[in-house]
């Protein structure tokens, strides 16, 4: 299963973004293969980045994202297309992921 982060910088290291539509980045991680890639968000300026950013989430088969904040239209679209969205969540992407793993986010 991939799940995605938005994230400020392009590494493992970093803290979330607290933004989703704007991130600079997403990482996405797959936790069968233990690995993870890094998105460059070509959204950043344009109208409507938070529902571009959760168009190219959904092409990449992400299952799950976990963020901060997220606006209303991307979370619809990212929900509809059948991916969980966990909000909320602050801090460094690999706690993140290994809070994640052990099933301690909702």
């Known amino acids: 299963m991939?799940?995605?982060?938005?994230v400020v910088k392009p590494e493992i290291n970093s803290e979330i973004?607290?933004?989703?539509?704007?991130?600079?980045?997403?990482?996405i991680?797959?936790?069968e293969k233990e690995k993870f890639k890094i998105i460059k968000n070509e959204n950043l300026?344009?109208?409507?980045a938070g529902i571009r950013s959760a168009e190219r989430i959904v092409?990449?088969?992400?299952?799950?994202?976990?963020?901060?904040?997220?606006g209303p239209r991307a979370l619809d679209l990212?929900?509809?297309s059948g991916i969980k969205v966990i909000s909320e969540i602050?801090?460094?992407v690999k706690n993140i992921?290994?809070?994640?793993?052990?099933?301690?986010l909702a």
């Open 2 to 6: 991939k799940i995605c982060l938005p």
């Open 17 to 27: 973004s607290p933004v989703f539509g704007r991130a600079p980045y997403f990482l």
């Open 29 to 31: 991680f797959d936790l």
């Open 45 to 48: 300026i344009e109208r409507g």
């Open 59 to 70: 092409d990449e088969g992400v299952k799950v994202v976990i963020c901060d904040n997220i």
């Open 78 to 80: 990212l929900e509809l």
């Open 90 to 92: 602050k801090g460094k």
């Open 97 to 104: 992921i290994e809070k994640f793993k052990k099933g301690e």
